[in-house]
Every structure is written in structure tokens, then in C-alpha cells.
């Protein structure tokens, strides 16, 4: 990878106490994440090297901090899929936010239907799109800036759109967890009732 020496220095110093809190107290790995952000860590799928490249670094980087702090290695691993999307189909400010390490996006693609049948809508009225969903297993939800959320087409039958949905969007929230323990990745469901973005905000 491109500065292994940046992730030794972050994995000794900084992932490693924050996976101690993380098994101790369920504590989201913030300084963790933060860190990888500042060392460059956090935007290498949005590469503009050859083909594959910034993707083989970004599972390099995944499977050296799965053994010093799994719940910061299963937050890279849904940020760095749906950065990937975002580096694909996302506008200039955002590509470019992922790609300085300031922004941190996951993925919230499954629903919470029974038997995992899509149950979120999408209606576009004008220039705005209201999304109504139950995601379940986010990673990182309600600590990622942003979600590449998926919901039926807004304007056929079949198949799946991709959006990109702020953190801070009204009407998206995090239930508290239903046993009061929380994980340490910040693994939950999050809910749309519903979600109001920008048509613009479609990704694919």
C-alpha cells in the first residue's frame, strides 16, 4: 500500500486503545476513524490510480486492523463499499470530501422486512424525493455523515436505486437498542418516516 508506516503509526497509537474501549464499553471508535481520516486512510477507493488499485490498498488496510479492533475494521469495510459508489456516481464536493478523509459514508441496504423483502417507497414530487424504510445492520449508523441507501425506482417496476442520504437529513433516526448494549460498530437499524433529499441525490 502507499504509506504503510502511516497505518503502523495509527494502528499502535490510536486503534489499538480504541479497540480496547470498544471491547470493554461498546464505544464507537471515533479517535480510530478520525485518525485513519487524517492519515489518508479513509478515501483510497476513491483512487485515481489503475484499475483496482485503491481496492486491493483498502482491503489491505481492513484486514491489518481486523485483528486489533474488528468493530473499526467493519466500519471501513461498509465505508469504504459505499465510498466506492460514491466515487462512481457522487457529485465533485462529495468525492472530493471522501477523498481528503473528512467524510464517512456506509452502507443501508437491507431491509427489515419479513423475510428480507423490500418494503421501503420512493415518491418524487418536483425536485425532492421522499424515501420511507427500515434498514437493519447499518454499520456506523448515526456516526456516519452519510448512507448510500437503496429503495425501489421512483419511476418503474424492478430493480433498485441507490441515493446518497445526509446523516443529518430530517426524519432519518436510530432507534435506541431494544437491549440497551450497544455495539461497538454501531450496528443498528435506521429508519426513514420518511426522508426527504434532492432528486440530485440519486447515485444509480
Given at each position: 500500500?502507499?504509506?504503510?508506516s502511516?497505518l503502523?503509526?495509527?494502528?499502535?497509537?490510536?486503534?489499538?486503545p480504541a479497540g480496547?474501549?470498544?471491547?470493554q464499553?461498546?464505544?464507537?471508535?471515533?479517535a480510530?476513524?478520525?485518525?485513519l481520516g487524517?492519515?489518508?486512510?479513509?478515501?483510497?477507493?476513491?483512487?485515481t490510480?489503475?484499475?483496482?488499485?485503491?481496492l486491493?490498498?483498502?482491503?489491505?488496510?481492513?484486514?491489518?486492523v481486523?485483528?486489533?479492533?474488528p468493530?473499526?475494521?467493519?466500519?471501513l469495510?461498509?465505508h469504504?463499499?459505499?465510498?466506492?459508489?460514491?466515487?462512481?456516481?457522487g457529485?465533485?464536493?462529495?468525492?472530493?470530501?471522501?477523498?481528503?478523509?473528512?467524510?464517512l459514508?456506509?452502507?443501508?441496504?437491507?431491509?427489515d422486512?419479513?423475510?428480507?423483502?423490500?418494503?421501503?417507497?420512493?415518491?418524487?414530487?418536483?425536485?425532492?424525493?421522499?424515501?420511507?424504510?427500515?434498514?437493519r445492520?447499518?454499520v456506523?449508523?448515526g456516526?456516519?455523515d452519510?448512507?448510500?441507501?437503496?429503495?425501489?425506482?421512483v419511476?418503474?417496476?424492478g430493480?433498485l436505486?441507490l441515493?446518497?442520504?445526509?446523516?443529518?437529513a430530517?426524519?432519518?433516526?436510530?432507534?435506541?437498542?431494544?437491549?440497551?448494549?450497544?455495539?461497538?460498530s454501531?450496528?443498528?437499524?435506521v429508519?426513514a418516516?420518511?426522508?426527504?433529499?434532492?432528486?440530485?441525490?440519486?447515485?444509480?
Amino acid at each position: 500500500m502507499s504509506n504503510p508506516s502511516a497505518l503502523q503509526d495509527v494502528l499502535d497509537h490510536v486503534i489499538a486503545p480504541a479497540g480496547e474501549l470498544a471491547r470493554q464499553e461498546g464505544k464507537f471508535p471515533r479517535a480510530a476513524v478520525a485518525a485513519l481520516g487524517r492519515a489518508g486512510l479513509l478515501g483510497l477507493t476513491c483512487s485515481t490510480e489503475p484499475e483496482g488499485g485503491g481496492l486491493a490498498r483498502a482491503a489491505e488496510v481492513v484486514a491489518r486492523v481486523l485483528p486489533v479492533c474488528p468493530a473499526t475494521a467493519a466500519v471501513l469495510q461498509s465505508h469504504y463499499a459505499a465510498a466506492t459508489v460514491v466515487e462512481a456516481y457522487g457529485g465533485r464536493w462529495l468525492r472530493g470530501e471522501v477523498a481528503a478523509g473528512r467524510h464517512l459514508c456506509t452502507l443501508a441496504l437491507v431491509e427489515d422486512g419479513a423475510g428480507g423483502a423490500v418494503s421501503s417507497t420512493a415518491r418524487r414530487t418536483g425536485g425532492v424525493v421522499a424515501l420511507r424504510a427500515h434498514k437493519r445492520d447499518v454499520v456506523a449508523a448515526g456516526e456516519a455523515d452519510s448512507y448510500v441507501w437503496s429503495s425501489p425506482p421512483v419511476a418503474s417496476d424492478g430493480g433498485l436505486t441507490l441515493w446518497g442520504v445526509p446523516a443529518h437529513a430530517p426524519g432519518l433516526f436510530v432507534p435506541a437498542s431494544a437491549n440497551g448494549v450497544p455495539f461497538a460498530s454501531a450496528t443498528s437499524t435506521v429508519v426513514a418516516d420518511p426522508v426527504r433529499v434532492p432528486a440530485e441525490a440519486m447515485l444509480g
